[in-house]
Each structure stands twice: as structure tokens, then as C-alpha cells.
């Protein structure tokens, strides 16, 4: 038994006592039961008036001390258990936290992955990721023309009480080869160019209509080839959220895999997902340019 396992001095103490209490009290009754059953058979208790009156409160007074010798000792014997079951349990909190850390090191997985999916856009439903949003909603993405036409509403209503920052692929005719090398990674060549100048266009409507309606809503257009699309919600906030969606090759938009990251109110790794994606996110936007003037 470890040191932090052993019972204290006083609690001993008090379990030494309640046994020779419990002990003394037993051998007492057994002592006064023999000698007056002697006198009883022998003498008779007749001959000893006063003793005769006084058995009741003997009795009594014996099976008080023997009920509360027994009272203290199991008293004790319980706090002793209590107390080695406050230990075990601390063990096992101790056990359980090592053993999490363990499998997370083994499985590699960082503890701010709440989720891998195979499809984000079947699998992870906007309205949910974005409603609980209080602070700023930070997306990037490619054109992005579905949040513009079949989200209006819900960006028109969230920048009205947080921050909502665009982040696209400009359009302009001077990145014709970023457009074509994007265009052949989603398998759109022909296309890609057209839906890019649409997504552009609406999600500036998107941004001036919001505006006039007292809304915070900023449109950038970045000019390097994507990687991943994100979707940031209050990345300040100890319930911050992202999506991160991945952009494999020639993966239409229902197939393509991606992770939803929580922030951890502690991280033992400075450079966790969280952390990471929102500096990536910070880094494009300072390097963007704002498309909507």
C-alpha cells in the first residue's frame, strides 16, 4: 500500500479504540452474565435485594455501551473504506486520463477533431455549423456560388450581429492560368472561368445589399491556387467551430472529405488544427484584396 493509499494516525487511533471498546464491552456482559447466573443457581438473587432490583438497568447499561462500541466501530471501519474509496477513485480518474493520452497517441489523432466526414456538403448541414455563430464568420473557398445563391439569407442575417468575411478566387482575366489550373483540378475547365465571374458578382450584390441593410459583410478575392475550402465560426470564442473541407482532384463537391476541429480550452501542441487553419485563414485574408470597389 502506497503512502496516499494509507489510512491517517487518527484514523488508527480511532479504530484501535472502537475494537478494545467493542471487545471490553462484549467481555463485560459475558463476565456480568456468568457471575449473576452463579449467584442465581447458587445463592440465590433473592438473598441480594439490591442486585436483584438493579439487573434491568445493568442489562440495559451493558447492551447501551455494547450498541455503541459497535456504533463507533463500524463508524470507523466505514470512514476508512469511504476514504480508500476516494482514493481508488482518484486512481482512476488518474488511470483514465493517462489511458486517453495513450490512445491519443496512438491513434494520432488531435483532440480538437470532433469529427472526420466523408462529404461535407452531405454529411454537415450549414445552418447548424453556422446558426450558433455570436462573433465573425470566416469562409474561403473557391467561388463559393452556392453560399450566394442558396445561403443569401442566412449570411444577410448573420451580418447583421457578427463580422462575415469572404474569401474567393478572384476573378479577374490576369489569373486565366490560376483559373485554368483550378478548373482542371475540379475537372471544370470549360466552365470553371464563367461560374467564377457569377460567384463573384453575387457574393458583391451579396455584400453591398447586406451593408445596406447595416450589415458587416467584406469580400476579398486572393490570387493563389486553393487548397481547401474553410468555414470559421468564432474562432476567439471557447466554442469556436471550423469546417475544413479538401479539395482532391476531380472530386465533385458531394464527395469531397473534410473534418470539423473545436477548440480546446488547453493544448498541449502550440501548432494544433485550430490554430493552424485560423492563422492560414488570417495570412490569405492579409494578402487579398478587396473585390467589392
Known amino acids: 500500500m502506497t503512502n ?3 489510512p491517517t494516525a487518527a484514523q488508527l487511533r480511532w479504530q484501535r479504540i472502537a475494537r ?4 471490553a ?4 456482559l459475558l463476565v456480568t452474565g456468568v457471575v449473576v447466573s452463579a449467584i442465581d443457581l447458587t445463592i440465590g438473587l433473592d438473598r441480594f435485594a439490591w442486585l436483584a432490583q438493579r439487573i434491568p438497568q445493568i442489562t440495559l447499561l451493558g447492551l447501551a455501551f455494547f450498541f455503541a462500541s459497535a456504533v463507533l466501530e463500524r463508524v470507523t471501519l466505514l ?4 476514504s480508500d474509496l476516494d482514493v481508488l477513485r482518484r486512481d482512476l480518474d488518474d488511470g483514465v486520463t493517462v489511458l486517453n493520452s495513450r490512445m491519443n497517441e496512438v491513434t494520432r489523432v488531435p483532440s480538437e477533431v470532433a469529427a472526420v466526414v466523408r462529404s461535407t456538403r452531405r454529411e454537415v448541414p450549414l445552418l447548424p455549423l453556422l446558426g450558433p455563430a455570436t462573433s465573425s464568420v470566416l469562409i474561403m473557398g473557391t467561388t463559393l456560388l452556392h453560399f450566394a445563391e442558396q445561403h ?3 449570411l444577410l442575417e448573420k451580418s447583421r450581429s457578427c463580422s462575415v468575411r469572404i474569401l474567393l478566387l478572384d476573378s ?9 489550373a483550378v478548373g482542371r483540378l ?8 464563367r461560374e467564377l465571374k457569377r460567384s463573384q458578382e453575387a457574393m458583391v450584390t451579396l455584400a453591398k445589399e447586406a451593408r445596406g441593410l447595416g450589415g458587416d459583410f467584406e469580400v476579398r478575392g486572393y490570387d493563389i491556387v486553393p487548397t481547401a475550402n474553410v468555414i470559421i465560426v468564432d474562432p476567439a ?16 463537391a458531394n464527395l469531397r472529405p473534410g473534418m470539423l476541429l473545436q477548440r480546446q480550452p488547453m493544448t498541449v501542441d502550440a501548432g494544433n488544427l485550430f490554430d493552424f487553419f485560423v492563422r492560414q485563414y488570417d495570412q490569405l485574408w492579409s494578402v487579398s484584396h478587396d473585390v467589392t470597389r
Open 79 to 82: 470512514e476508512g473504506i469511504r
Open 237 to 252: 470564442s471557447p466554442a469556436g467551430q471550423i469546417q475544413v473541407e479538401f479539395l482532391p482532384y476531380r472530386a465533385s
Open 20 to 23: 478494545r471498546a467493542s471487545d
Open 186 to 193: 475540379f475537372g471544370e475547365e470549360d466552365s470553371f472561368h
Open 152 to 154: 443569401r439569407e442566412l
Open 25 to 28: 464491552t462484549v467481555l463485560i
Open 4 to 6: 496516499s493509499q494509507s
Open 172 to 180: 479577374t482575366p490576369a489569373l486565366r492560368q490560376v483559373h485554368f
